[in-house]
């Protein structure tokens, strides 16, 4: 099983050089990956594609892109590139966003997002695979005509959805190559959400899928004081129905219930359960919240797991 982390530098004065830093040592921690989340600040994948090219050691991702206010002519295009940058070790993660963020931000109706994701991967598929698309769907057109490869990124880019709900999670068995679910517990990846996506894949006769399960945790000796920090910062998560939905299947009343908080032996131990309820690969989110000591100390022991 992988082991990787979220990279997320706290107060940087260059947010892409405190990321290249944190990449080095994670890194020499024997961690395998970095994923970049997508805000409204920095480009994820212009950052990954920097990361992975000065830590060649390091997979590199995106956790994740929203399918809204992005075409997919302009996602492959940035996909490819970093792709062509990591030679090869760059993972693309798409996501459906949230309403609050997507009419807020964008001022564009969030509407049949499912429907949406189906149509962003069908392209993005054709364009990172073949570098051409000729895709006339409902809600997107996406056509080349003039080519959109990318020398170097001929592999493709491997595609992940951070699906959780059961449309979701079909469309993505079908049509991506894995899930990045995040704040799903080891009981709702088992029960619910690694049986629907299998199940999806097969009868689209497509390979075992990919779980990347994205986790927040620390190790550390003060575990109220992290569980604090969690509770506020993970607040916002429980106002989004697929969040609350997945929180509840985990046995959880609030997001702060599922992250993994405590010594070495309990939080390596809460790997292990996600191991066993399929998933294939653990990444680590948070690590940062309670200082670098906390921080280092975690990925070592990740590290070690990930050895």
């Known amino acids: 099983m992988t082991v990787g982390v979220a990279l997320n530098p706290i107060d940087p004065t260059n947010q892409i050089d405190a990321s290249v830093q944190l990449a080095k040592e994670a890194a020499a921690a024997g ?10 600040g920095a480009d994820s994948p ?18 994740a892109i929203p399918v809204f206010g992005r075409h997919p002519l ?7 590139t970093a792709q062509a940058a990591t030679h090869g070790r760059y993972h693309l993660g798409l996501a459906l966003g949230t ?4 009419e807020t931000g964008f001022g564009i109706p969030f509407g049949r997002p499912v429907a949406r994701l189906r149509e962003f991967l069908t392209a993005v598929r054709q364009l990172t695979e073949t570098g051409s698309a000729d895709y006339h769907g409902e809600l997107l057109t996406a056509t080349t005509p003039i080519p959109a490869r990318v020398p170097g ?8 959805v ?8 079909r469309a993505s068995g079908e049509l991506a190559d894995g899930i990045l679910p995040y704040l799903a517990g080891p009981r709702a990846l088992g029960e619910h959400i690694v049986p629907a996506l299998t199940a999806a894949a097969e009868a689209a006769g497509r390979p075992a899928p990919r779980i990347v399960a994205l986790v927040h945790g620390v190790v550390t000796d003060d575990v109220d004081a992290v569980r604090r920090t969690f509770t506020e910062s993970l607040a916002f998560y429980e106002q989004i129905p697929s969040y609350a939905r997945v929180i509840g299947l985990s046995g959880g009343r609030r997001a702060v219930d599922v992250a993994v908080i405590g010594d070495e032996k309990k939080v390596a131990a809460e790997v292990r359960r996600y191991r066993d309820a ?12 309670t200082g670098a000591a906390d921080r280092r100390r975690t990925w070592e022991l990740l590290g070690e797991l990930a050895g």
């Open 31 to 40: 961690l395998r990956s970095a994923w970049f989340g997508q805000t409204f």
């Open 278 to 289: 399929g998933a294939t690969e653990v990444v680590f989110s948070g690590t940062e919240v």
């Open 74 to 80: 302009v996602v492959s295009s940035q996909a490819q």
């Open 153 to 160: 990124a001929e592999s493709g880019v491997p595609l992940l």
């Open 99 to 102: 309403k609050l963020l997507t």
């Open 46 to 63: 212009q950052l990954a594609a920097i990361v992975g090219r000065e830590v060649p050691e390091l997979e590199v991702g995106t956790s």
């Open 162 to 169: 951070a699906a959780m709900g059961p449309q979701a999670l």
